[in-house]
């Protein structure tokens, strides 16, 4: 009898550390899921931006049809990005084509003084360093996501409920090169 108080007593215990285990994954998972989307709603502003910024560009910049295609194309890569992991790549190239853009810019004295242009370059700057906060702040709630589903005895009840790893918000090595200004 006291045998079998023993054994209730141990399932017992081991069923309440799952539940607590589960409910701590499930906040975390909700915790990075929350991080995403606030970069999600600054990488939408930005992506909101584009057409505004190029079509100020192309004003002055008739010659420089190629970066505008690009900025383009990446937008619209953004678009079409379906997972996190293709959202965050599509970000990176967005990124950097609007990094060649503002160098473009460099080129035409006009353009850099006119008022629109400015602003919309004021309203760019911002909203890259939003996303800079927000890409850091994604990473920490990942990296302590992963760490609980990944640490022992974590790891065994990740697996019960089948949680898997999230990824880090990374710079692509392509982008990660420094745009060459050239005059």
Known sequence: MIVLLVILGLVILLVLIGIGYQNKFVKLQERVKNSWSQIDVQLQKR????????????GYATHEKETLE???AARTHYTTAGTVDEKIKASGELGSVLSRLMMVSESYPELKAN??????????????????????FYNDTVTAYNQAIRMIPGNIFAGMFNFKE?????????VREASKVKF
């Open 166 to 174: 999230e990824p880090l918000f990374k710079v692509e090595s392509e």
């Open 47 to 58: 992506f909101d931006l584009i057409p505004n910024l190029v079509e100020v560009v192309k």
């Open 115 to 136: 008022t629109n242009f400015l602003d919309l370059q004021n309203q760019l700057k911002d909203i890259e360093n939003k996303i800079g906060f927000a890409r850091q």
């Open 70 to 72: 690009r900025v383009v």
